[in-house]
Structures are given as structure tokens and as C-alpha cells.
């Protein structure tokens, strides 16, 4: 919860614009935001090899330092150039934040992953629900100002440093006692066509000496796609909706600000609730009797439509009341997902795998955003409006949900 303790983020674009620094719409979110975007895409590529490779722990500090640094940038920096670095150093924090799913995965038994994956998922949205309340409570009262809140956010980051230094290391005796359990526990063995099927359980479980023995696991890792079509189909959704999310919230906070009819921002409040109801949906995941494997692609294709729905609703609204109330029904949806999806793909995994797996489904939504943020966002591209951008986000959903891109059924045996 202390990692996620961030009350300030509602709050980010409403500084940025204030009198403290004194930016414009425009230079926010077609000079300084898209930077997010680059630098997490470019920073994603070495952090999802490096994170198996140096057993998870200090990719974690590398999030926290990040992040720190990020914040500090924010507070005393008043340039464009300084923001655009704020968001580059961010963007490092965010890659870096796979090795803390990869970590969790890789020092807990496999049979435990779906309580403990709504566990921890449900934790990290009631420490944002305690953020975001607070954050508004305090904004709202006028106990404090936008500069105060961020520097709260900044001693929450340090705090988070700290305890990222003093977590346990993963050794390789660990990480090899937990695969030998593994092998015990479940003799998997894949059909890859009719002439050959190769054992999951024989993929190397540590890297081997040298960059070329490294890069042959790393591809055997990444076989897994191609032998088992449900980690296909939910990775392919946790790009998409990865992808759709980050889009929303990277400028959500500018629609908002478009429709706000006076200085008073309700951004706190709205994201205190989407992260509670959140948090209490991805509590009660676990006890969901659903059949992922036979019904994934229906729930995936009604989740998505009813995304795309309330995408169209939020560009044309006039109304921020609509606005936050459909910001809120899509950060439920999105949460419940990402929930289910990272319990289906962990448990078709080894614990070697689990850092690349994640790493390489979160650089290609990365990618796709990318190439939206560059054509819709950058001011090298189109440079399109705020409901514009929705829009497209609109199109993006319905074009691409991924429902029809793999088989039916699972290759299993």
C-alpha cells in the first residue's frame, strides 16, 4: 500500500497549470506527457530481460529511485525541458515496476498465485483509495496546496526506497528449489503439432554463461506463445488494455479540465472511488467459479464493447459529473481484467519465465502506444484535441479486441 501511496497524482496536470509552474494544456499534453510513453517503451526493452537475469530486487530499487527522482524534478524544476525529464525518469520507474509482479510470483508457491494475486492487487488499489481520498480531503479543505500534497507524495517515494533496500534477495538456490517443485508438482507437456511436443518443465530455469546461451533461453522462454494459445490470448488482451489504459490515463486529467466549470478539481474523489471499488472487485476475483479457458473470449468481447461505449460517451459529454462517472466505470472493468488475466497467465508459467512473459505483453502495449501518441498526441503528428484523441481510443477498442486473433481451444493434452 505504501508503494502505491501517491496523493498527489489526480492532482498532477491542475499543478503543472497553476501558478507554481505555470504551463499551458497545450505544452502538457503535446510536448511533456508523450514522454511518459517514449521513454517507458525504450526503458521496457533492457528492464525485461535484466529482471529474470538479476533475480528481481534491484530493478524494484531502480523503480524507487526512479520515482524519487521523478518527484523531486516535479518540485523544483519550472521548465519545459525539466518536465520533459521528469516524465523520462518516470517512464524508467514505470518499466521498472514488472520486476515487482515478477518478484511476487518468484518467492511464492504456484498453487497460492490466485488468492495471492487478489491480495496484492486489491491492496495496491485501497493504498491508491487512501491517496486519492486523502489527497481530495486535503485539496478540498485547503489544508493544503497542490506544491504541499506533491511534496507528501515525494516522502511516500522515499519511504518506498527504503523498503525496496532492505527486501529480501532472490538467490538461484531458490528460484531452483521452486521450479524442482514445480516439475513434482505438475508433469506439463505441451502439443506443438503432430510430430513434435516439447515438456514446459524442460525450459532452463536459470540463465546460463554466456549472451549466446542467455538469448537461446530467452527464446525457449518465449515459445510459450506459441504452445500455449490462453497465455497467447490473455497477453494479447493485457497489451490492448494495457495500451487503452495508459492512453486514458495519461490525458483524462485534461478532459476533466475541459469540462470543470470552476477552479474546484474532483479529480481526487473520482479516482479514491474507482480504486476502492476496484480494490474490493479484485478481492472477490478469486472466488469467481468461472472457466477462463471456455468463456475468456466472450467476457473479453463485452468487457470490450462496453469500453468502447463509455469512450464514446466520455468524448462528446459536456458534463464532467459524466465524465468522472464513466472514468470510474472503466478503471472497474480494466481492474477486473488485469486481475484475472495476470492469474491465468502466471500459473501456465515457470518461475523463470515470469519477468519476460510479463515484460514482453506490457513493451508491445508500450509500442501501440507509441504509435498512438506519436500520429494523435506529439505535436510532430496530428496533434489532435482532447475528444479527438477518445475517439480514437474508441476505434482502437472495438479494431482490436482480440476475441478473433487466437484459437478456441487450448493446445493442452
Same mark, same amino acid.
Given at each position: 500500500m505504501v508503494k502505491k501511496f501517491r496523493p498527489a497524482t489526480p492532482f498532477l496536470t491542475p499543478f503543472l497549470v497553476s501558478s507554481y509552474k505555470n504551463f499551458t494544456d497545450v505544452q502538457l499534453y503535446s510536448q511533456i506527457y508523450p514522454l511518459w510513453t517514449y521513454s517507458y517503451l525504450v526503458a521496457l526493452?533492457?528492464?525485461?530481460?535484466?529482471?529474470?537475469?538479476?533475480?528481481?530486487?534491484?530493478?524494484? =530499487?531502480?523503480?524507487?529511485?526512479?520515482?524519487?527522482?521523478?518527484?523531486?524534478? /516535479?518540485?523544483?524544476?519550472?521548465?519545459?525541458w525539466q518536465m520533459q525529464l521528469m516524465e523520462i525518469t518516470f517512464g524508467l520507474s514505470t518499466a521498472s515496476d514488472i520486476?515487482? =509482479?515478477?518478484?511476487?510470483?518468484?518467492?511464492?508457491?504456484?498453487?497460492?498465485?490466485?488468492?495471492?494475486?487478489?491480495? =496484492?492487487r486489491a491492496a495496491t488499489l485501497f493504498g491508491k483509495f487512501l491517496a486519492y481520498g486523502s489527497g481530495q480531503l486535503l485539496i478540498s479543505t485547503h489544508l493544503v496546496s497542490y506544491l504541499q500534497l506533491h511534496e507528501i507524495s515525494f516522502g511516500f517515494g522515499c519511504i518506498t526506497l527504503l523498503m525496496a533496500c532492505i527486501l529480501p534477495s532472490i538467490s538461484s538456490n531458490m528460484i531452483k528449489n521452486?521450479?524442482?517443485?514445480?516439475?513434482?508438482?505438475?508433469?506439463?507437456? =505441451?502439443?506443438?503439432?503432430?510430430?513434435?511436443?516439447?515438456?514446459?518443465?524442460?525450459?532452463?530455469?536459470?540463465?546460463?554463461p554466456g549472451m549466446k546461451t542467455y538469448l537461446q533461453n530467452v527464446w525457449k522462454h518465449l515459445m510459450i506463445f506459441k504452445s500455449k494459445r490462453t497465455v497467447l490470448k490473455w497477453c494479447i488482451w493485457w497489451s490492448l488494455g494495457s495500451c487503452g489504459s495508459f492512453q486514458v490515463q495519461n490525458y483524462v486529467q485534461n478532459l476533466w479540465a475541459l469540462l470543470q466549470?470552476?477552479?474546484?478539481?474532483?479529480n481526487?474523489?473520482?479516482e479514491c472511488t474507482a480504486t476502492l471499488i476496484g480494490a474490493i472487485v479484485c478481492f472477490f476475483v478469486q472466488y469467481l467459479k468461472i472457466d477462463w479457458v471456455k468463456c475468456g473470449e466472450l467476457v473479453i468481447w463485452i468487457n470490450s464493447m462496453i469500453?468502447?461505449?463509455?469512450?464514446?460517451?466520455?468524448?462528446? +459529454? +459536456?458534463?464532467?459529473? /459524466?465524465?468522472?462517472?464513466?472514468?470510474?466505470?472503466?478503471?472497474? /472493468?480494466?481492474?477486473?481484467?488485469?486481475?484475472?488475466?495476470?492469474t491465468i497467465i502466471a500459473t501456465e508459467l515457470t518461475t523463470a519465465t515470469y519477468g519476460l512473459v510479463f515484460g514482453s505483453s506490457t513493451f508491445v502495449a508500450l509500442l501501440l502506444q507509441t504509435i498512438l501518441t506519436l500520429i494523435v498526441v506529439d505535436k510532430h503528428g496530428l496533434?489532435?484535441?482532447?475528444?479527438?484523441?477518445?475517439?480514437?481510443?474508441?476505434?482502437?477498442?472495438t479494431e482490436?479486441?482480440? +476475441?478473433?486473433?487466437?484459437?478456441?481451444?487450448? +493446445?493442452l493434452t
Open positions: 526493452i533492457p528492464i525485461f530481460f535484466l529482471t529474470d537475469a538479476l533475480r528481481h530486487k534491484p530493478i524494484v =530499487v531502480l523503480e524507487a529511485m526512479s520515482y524519487c527522482a521523478s518527484h523531486a524534478i /516535479i518540485l523544483w524544476g519550472n521548465k519545459v520486476a515487482y =509482479v515478477s518478484y511476487m510470483y518468484a518467492v511464492i508457491d504456484q498453487k497460492h498465485f490466485k488468492r495471492i494475486t487478489s491480495y =496484492v521452486k521450479n524442482l517443485r514445480e516439475v513434482e508438482n505438475c508433469d506439463q507437456t =505441451v502439443e506443438i503439432n503432430d510430430d513434435e511436443r516439447v515438456s514446459l518443465n524442460a525450459i532452463p530455469s536459470t540463465v546460463g466549470q470552476d477552479d474546484e478539481a474532483y481526487g474523489i473520482t469500453i468502447a461505449i463509455l469512450l464514446i460517451v466520455m468524448s462528446q +459529454t +459536456t458534463s464532467a459529473f /459524466i465524465a468522472y462517472i464513466f472514468y470510474i466505470a472503466l478503471a472497474i /472493468i480494466y481492474q477486473l481484467l488485469m486481475t484475472a488475466a495476470s496533434a489532435l484535441d482532447i475528444r479527438t484523441q477518445k475517439m480514437i481510443g474508441e476505434i482502437f477498442v482490436f479486441t482480440p +476475441t478473433n486473433q487466437c484459437p478456441e481451444k487450448d +493446445t
